[in-house]
């Protein structure tokens, strides 16, 4: 299984973000899944590959030129594409990924996992898009989403495809066993 982890450029204010990285990277290799990600070696992307590789797992990035350009490339990959842009980057971590995870970020991780779970909603894929809610992060915008399904805005079943998990290994088992729901067309 190819894991496409949506996280943030920055290390966040607590250490347990990273320190989840690297379980969620150790796991990861230990487990045979590959890990793709958005090729930089900066914040919580470059503590997950890192762990990947330590780990003795496989990591595939996937970097716009605009970013490699500015030396935030991951140097030891074990594969990168170099690609246009923004666009581009998630249209190739969707075509290679088996699954979809966002860990604590900001607003490129929120697009990221938001447009894959769209994808998810609409069809176009049936791979799960997860949540790994360490220490709470993201507690608010769950309850939001809950808040959207409330409103009638959201069906609840769209709301149950996603998994949110607060512990790696449990997460890793959730993506293993994940069932699509039926499509929204039919």
């Not at 894991?3 to 487990?31: D, I, K, N």
Request: charge should be negative; charged fraction near 20%; proline fraction near 4%.
């Amino acid at each position: 299984m190819k894991v496409a982890v949506f996280c943030g450029s920055g290390h966040g204010r607590l250490p347990v973000y990273a320190e989840q990285a690297v379980r969620l990277g150790t796991l990861l290799a230990e487990s045979g899944a590959e890990l793709v990600f958005g090729g930089g070696h900066v914040g919580l992307m470059g503590t997950i590959a890192d762990a990947v590789l330590n780990a003795g797992g496989k990591v595939t990035g996937v970097i716009p030129t605009a970013l490699r350009d500015r030396e935030i490339a991951h140097p030891g990959l074990t594969s990168l594409f170099v690609v246009k842009d923004m666009h581009e980057r998630k249209a190739k971590m969707s075509a290679i990924a088996d699954a979809f995870v966002a860990m604590p970020g900001g607003a490129g991780t929120m697009e990221e996992i938001f447009e894959a779970w769209t994808w998810a909603m609409l069809g176009y894929h049936h791979k799960p898009c997860a949540f790994l809610n360490v220490n709470g992060y993201y507690d608010k915008l769950i309850d939001f989403i809950d808040h959207m399904v409330g409103e009638s805005f959201m069906r609840e079943r769209y709301r149950d495809m996603l998994i949110i998990e607060n512990d790696p290994e449990q997460l890793l088992q959730s993506l293993r066993a994940y069932q699509p729901p039926a499509s929204k067309w039919e």
